[in-house]
């Protein structure tokens, strides 16, 4: 079962993508990424907003330590446990459940927000998993998915160029190289199966997710340039993150919207 092996890699990852969100905690990177977050969040601080695909919950615990009421959910149990530990004394003010982001277990229109990174392209059904997005998204609401066409290299000649270009600029700069560090033969083993890898984005996403929020829906493909750093940016020159920023519309009178 695909599910199974993507939680068992992501449980043997744990501990190391738990260390790259404690250096962006350490190193000021956290607030670069709240700056961002903030320009789309309402002013309101009494927001619920819901961290999916939470991991080491970098997401959580920056929109804990601002106020916000967060609830945070990943499949891995050993990422939960990441999470709780990297938390702190915030760890109190956080629900942390382990949960299917293409199954989640909340009733309709629960939170203000939804918010991911790094989450869409590792699933088996990301089309299901934003229909469950936007269903408990509050109408007004507002997803904010941060992605990127993470292994399209394998499909495509030219981004596979990039990619080596990529590899051999971390070398030249004498960085650490984000992707050679991993059990990369296990991952690309995973994206190979998953939908998204093949797939061009953000343009896919955005015909997903029209029907839910119409002409209420941005793509910011430079998003990149304002919350990597230099390492980030070197390392993933060829697969630039992107942010999909979406408003759940609200159902005309004496209609329902959209729903899972």
Known sequence: MLLSQIEQYW????????????????????????????????KEKKLKILDVGTGPGFFAILLAGQGYDVT???????????AKQNAGALAARIRFQQMDAQNLEFPDGTFDV?????????????????????RVLKEGGKLLNFDANWYHHLFDEEKRRRYEED?????????????????????EEIARQVPMSRTMRPAWDMQVLKAYAGDQLQADEQVWKRVWDRTEQVNYASTPMFLIS????????GQMAISA
């Not at 350490?26 to 903030?38: H, M, N, P, S």
């Not at 945070?72 to 990441?82: F, I, K, N, S, W």
């Not at 939804?114 to 936007?134: C, F, Q």
């Open 72 to 82: 945070a959910v990943d499949y891995t149990e050993a990422m939960l446990h990441q």
């Open 167 to 187: 590899r051999e600029k971390v070398e030249e700069l004498r960085m650490e190289d984000h992707y050679t560090c991993t059990d990369i033969d296990a991952m």
């Open 114 to 134: 939804v918010i991911s990174r790094n989450l869409t392209w590792n699933l088996e059904n990301p089309e299901k998993a934003y229909a469950e997005w936007m």
């Open 246 to 253: 979406a408003v759940k519309r609200r159902a005309a009178k």
């Open 11 to 42: 449980t043997g990852r744990a501990e190391g993508y738990s260390e790259v969100n404690r250096h962006e905690l350490a190193t000021g990177q956290d607030q670069v990424w709240f700056r961002e977050i903030q320009k789309h969040l309402p």
